[in-house]
């Protein structure tokens, strides 16, 4: 059996789309593991759903496992995640040629980062891939831009972005 993949490209966003026909939900995740292991392992509200999510590999291919919990799991393991966790609004809408996009808006320390993923059928697809005009610089394979990163040291980063 072959193992789940994720294939995503992720940009800064450069101006912000029109979200009338975005779907809206709340997220946040924290990560059990530390900084130095090379699988991630996430946990993640999404509205009313809860995952707990394996990652890894690096890059645009990324291997991943999800499975539902119930929420007194997720509670019971969310301490767990102090000090390395992420905080977000996300819009859901559509690219044309029938892509999604996931514009996250992040908040807390985060704030006033905006980031936008799209996640694509193949390797090709994502590398042939022409980013709307609205979408700025790729930071897909830049691993201060990954959510497990941002949790960890992402005020110094959005400090840096912000010039300051």
């Given at each position: 059996?072959?193992?789940?993949?994720?294939?995503?490209?992720?940009?800064?966003?450069?101006?912000?789309?029109?979200?009338?026909?975005?779907?809206?939900?709340?997220?946040?995740?924290?990560?059990?593991?530390?900084?130095?292991?090379?699988?991630?392992?996430r946990?993640?509200?999404?509205?009313?759903?809860f995952?707990?999510?394996?990652?890894?590999?690096?890059?645009?291919?990324?291997?991943?496992?999800?499975?539902?919990?119930?929420?007194?799991?997720f509670?019971?393991?969310w301490?767990?995640?102090?000090?390395?966790?992420?905080?977000?609004?996300?819009?859901?809408?559509?690219?044309?040629?029938?892509?999604t996009?996931?514009?996250?808006?992040?908040?807390?320390?985060?704030?006033?980062?905006?980031?936008?993923?799209?996640e694509?059928?193949?390797?090709?697809?994502?590398?042939?891939?022409?980013?709307?005009?609205?979408?700025?610089?790729?930071?897909?394979?830049?691993?201060?831009?990954?959510?497990?990163?941002?949790?960890?040291?992402?005020?110094?980063?959005?400090?840096?972005?912000?010039?300051?």
């Open positions: 059996m072959k193992a789940p993949v994720e294939i995503e490209r992720k940009f800064l966003v450069a101006g912000m789309p029109d979200l009338s026909l975005a779907d809206r939900s709340s997220l946040r995740q924290g990560y059990l593991t530390v900084p130095e292991d090379s699988v991630e392992v946990l993640r509200q999404t509205d009313e759903t995952v707990l999510c394996v990652k890894s590999g690096e890059g645009i291919v990324r291997g991943e496992r999800e499975i539902e919990i119930s929420e007194a799991q509670e019971m393991l301490p767990q995640t102090e000090g390395r966790r992420v905080v977000k609004t996300r819009w859901v809408g559509q690219l044309d040629g029938g892509l996009y996931e514009l996250d808006i992040f908040e807390g320390d985060l704030a006033p980062l905006v980031m936008v993923e799209v694509f059928q193949s390797e090709a697809d994502a590398r042939e891939f022409v980013a709307p005009e609205w979408f700025g610089r790729d930071v897909s394979t830049d691993k201060r831009f990954g959510n497990k990163s941002l949790a960890l040291t992402g005020v110094s980063l959005v400090r840096e972005l912000a010039g300051g």
